[in-house]
């Protein structure tokens, strides 16, 4: 969408409509000071977010959850006459379907990524580091292509960054790579792929919301992403070799990693491949990482790279009859009481991003109080009006737009269907093709989505990053990186974001409706 797709490249320009409602449907709201003043509790949680996480550095996403609630509240204060409408519109905006579509795939994501690492997969990755030679330099620009390809594959930004996080963060890190490059690499490759995937969310969107085939935008966009994938890769490459790693793992502990590290666990590689490949096949985003689940716990099994209780463990009582009579069961663990849980990498996997998912129905019901407030309907006049005026103008106006609503709005497929009737309503006025439209709307929702500390895609990795100090005993919380420290090294996602501006401002790739016509790029 956004990061995730939930629904396959079948979804209709009406589907993806419900994402946020139109201000003409639903209670109009009306706010003391004008339209603007809609856009309040987004823009409280915003300085919220820049205090807590780059300010204060407490990457702590439940003290966004609290910022969001706050900021929600003292937007209540500026609404004239009856509060029920502002309080009906957040329960309107936590129940769109633009927001179930993340929260599902950061579950399911979540589930398979934490079973692929209970299964020896980053021994394998870091087998298979050492044994081709791949040391700490070249290890981000490797790690940046491979979340590409993955991310192109299945589709999900979100998900990508979850998996990788949760593999090849902490491989890179035990061999020297510098974490903060390593995240970054990360969720460019997460950003590649939401970009450029014919089967992600932000793609759909992008197409059906602009008039125009999915085919015909990813072929068209493909220039502007591989530009900025160039410059991205070379990026690490030269980074990678400058930048060492301030945390030292103690030689002693790696080589015994690496010595203890079973080229076995690539076999997961297939679980992936399996992934992709139903992804790629058309299939629901939800379906295929369900088999790439499967896939792995069989590997898990069958290879012994880890027991059942890795997976699923009911930790029961041991006062309890009914527990001591199933404790014969592998699933059942007999502990002392008050220390009963549910246990392994199906229940950590999916409940480490519960505080990311009410942030994310928090954020939506923002999103959705602007709209019925009237702001996004005041920004499109002023834009029209004032900025707007010319060609040149109405295609950056539609790039730095979009980035300003991608910095309120940080889930990224919202805050695209969110802008989406206002980029075409410029871009119609001065003839601009849906698929240049289209292109300008994904690349940037898609980039900045990765970018800003308190974005959806930097927190779903973050969140994941946080259970590693319980994995492995050389990884502290000192190696953790704060998501306000890795912004500037995002590389793709600031070259895709600069290529639009460039293009924007010289005409780059500029396309009029009269240029191309729709049967010669008609591939849905």
Known sequence: MSSDRTGGS????????????????????????????????????????????????????????????????????????????YANTIFEGMTQPVAAT??????????????????????????????LSVGAALFPAATFILAALLATGIGSGYGTAIAFTTLFFPAGVLLGANPILMFGAILSGAVFGDN?????????????????DIGGVVASRFKYAIIAAVFAFAGYVVAGSTMGSPFDVGQNAQSLFVQNSDPLGLVHLVAIGVV??????????????????????????????????????????????AAQSLSGLPVVELVDPGSSAVGGSLFTGATGFFPLIVLTLLI????????????FAAMQDWLLTRVATSVRRAETTMVLGTAAINSMITINTAAEIAIAPYIARIGERFNINGYRRANILDANTS??????????????????????????????????????????????????????????????????????ESEEVARV
């Open 276 to 321: 992709i490949a139903t992804a790629v096949a058309g299939r629901h985003i939800v379906e295929a990482i369900s088999w790439g689940i499967i896939a792995s716990v069989v590997f898990n099994l069958v290879f012994g790279l880890s027991s059942i209780s890795d997976i699923l463990v009911f930790q029961a009582p041991r006062t309890s009859g």
């Open 364 to 375: 939506v019901a923002g999103a959705q109080i602007l709209v019925r407030g009237g702001g």
């Open 102 to 131: 993340a929260i599902v795939a950061w579950l399911w994501a979540g589930m398979f990524a934490d079973t692929l690492q209970a299964g020896q997969f980053v021994g394998g990755l870091v087998w298979a580091a050492n044994a």
């Open 10 to 85: 079948e979804g209709s320009a009406d589907e993806y409509g419900e994402g946020l409602g139109d201000a003409s449907e639903g209670p109009r709201i009306e706010f003391y000071g004008g339209r603007w003043l809609s856009a309040l509790p987004l823009a409280i949680f915003v300085v919220w977010a820049v205090v807590q996480s780059g300010l204060l550095q407490v990457s702590a996403t439940s003290g966004l959850v609290v910022g969001m609630l706050v900021a929600l509240i003292i937007g209540m204060f500026f609404v004239k006459g009856d509060w029920k409408d």
């Open 196 to 212: 450029l995937a014919p089967v992600s969310d932000t793609t759909i969107v992008s197409a059906v919301t602009q008039d125009a």
């Open 447 to 516: 980039a900045l989505g990765y970018i800003f500390p308190w974005g959806g895609g930097v927190l779903a990795g973050y969140t994941a990053m946080l259970g590693l100090p319980d994995q492995y005993d050389w990884f502290t919380q000192a190696m953790l990186v704060n998501p306000a420290q890795v912004w500037p090294f995002v590389f793709h996602g600031w070259f895709l974001f600069f290529v639009f501006v460039v293009a924007a401002l010289s005409g780059f790739g500029l396309e009029y409706v009269s240029d191309r």
